[in-house]
T-cell receptor, first 111, second 117 residues
Framework: KNEVEQSPQNLTAQEGEFITINCSYSVGISALHWLQQHPGGGIVSLFMLSSGKKKHGRLIATINIQEKHSSLHITASHPRDSAVYIC?????????????FGKGTHLIIQP | DAGVIQSPRHEVTEMGQEVTLRCKPISGHDYLFWYRQTMMRGLELLIYFNNNVPIDDSGMPEDRFSAKMPNASFSTLKIQPSEPRDSAVYFCATKKTGLAVSYNEQFFGPGTRLTVL
């Protein structure tokens, strides 16, 4: 079973700061997911990536398949970015369609 | 599309009672997943279906848990009898199969917050 580790567990930063959240996993995968969970509890998929880099607005996700590592970056952070960010792997078929999740990073952006 | 629909959104019950959680997938999605989220263990896969057939139920914690998908539009997760340690948020998620990696994105429902007293 894949082990997914995220760091840091908690992060508090000031508005405007550049944020980095890291994720590592133990077994080779085909795709990695970054999810966002707001205080209300809903989960939204931010990115799904299998190689390289993806960008959406102020969010950037990168993955290094060889090193089994991914990072999520937030540029010009804003209080509305405050949420739990969860890394997950799997979900790409071959009988391994379910996701395995990290414990999440609780991000607070202070004004 | 309304997205993944779960009901009820909140459920409070007493130990020993039967609990049934419901999920309606996004139309056309052929995979359905049940996940559980607790403070201690985070998010965990319980079971998933493909074309209404259970594929992997290795995450179902005990025989007290059962899940069904009688048709493409509906799934239930049942706990009988319920125990306080079953208190958690239960999420249903669905996805559409396809060859492209992008088809592997999962869409989550709002969750059901279960409290067993």
């Amino acid at each position: 079973k894949n082990e997914v580790e995220q760091s840091p567990q908690n992060l508090t930063a000031q508005e405007g700061e550049f944020i980095t959240i890291n994720c590592s996993y133990s077994v080779g995968i085909s795709a990695l997911h970054w999810l966002q969970q707001h205080p209300g509890g809903g989960i939204v998929s931010l990115f799904m990536l299998s190689s390289g880099k993806k960008k959406h607005g102020r969010l950037i996700a990168t993955i290094n398949i060889q090193e089994k590592h991914s990072s999520l970056h937030i540029t010009a952070s804003h209080p509305r970015d405050s949420a739990v960010y969860i890394c997950a792997v799997g979900g790409t078929g071959g009988g391994a369609d379910g996701l395995t999740f990290g414990k999440g990073t609780h991000l607070i952006i202070q004004p | 599309d309304a997205g993944v629909i779960q009901s009820p959104r909140h459920e409070v019950t007493e130990m020993g009672q039967e609990v049934t959680l419901r999920c309606k997938p996004i139309s056309g999605h052929d995979y359905l997943f049940w996940y559980r989220q607790t403070m201690m263990r985070g998010l965990e896969l319980l079971i998933y279906f493909n074309n209404n057939v259970p594929i992997d139920d290795s995450g179902m914690p005990e025989d007290r848990f059962s899940a069904k998908m009688p048709n493409a539009s509906f799934s239930t997760l049942k706990i009988q009898p319920s125990e306080p340690r079953d208190s958690a948020v239960y999420f249903c998620a669905t996805k559409k199969t396809g060859l492209a990696v992008s088809y592997n994105e999962q869409f989550f429902g709002p969750g059901t917050r279960l409290t067993v007293l």
